[in-house]
């Protein structure tokens, strides 16, 4: 199996068009600076994006 690396990184978009750099492995809900909507939140060890998500920042 192939492990996920740790400390990536993922860009994301959200609706209000700001683009936020948020850590792959979210422990806890993601904001967005500018609206506060969710942008992704922490899910079975994993993060669940809820923003779309543009590129990984390696
Ligand atoms: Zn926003």
Do not use: D, W
Request: proline letters at 3%; one cysteine or more.
């Amino acid at each position: 199996m192939i492990q996920e690396p740790k400390g990536k990184f993922i860009k994301v978009r959200c609706n209000c068009k700001n683009e936020q750099v948020v850590f792959g492995k979210a422990a806890s809900e993601i904001h967005c600076l500018v609206c506060g909507e969710l942008l992704a939140k922490p899910s079975g060890g994993k993060t669940k994006f809820v923003a779309r998500t543009l590129e990984v920042v390696e």
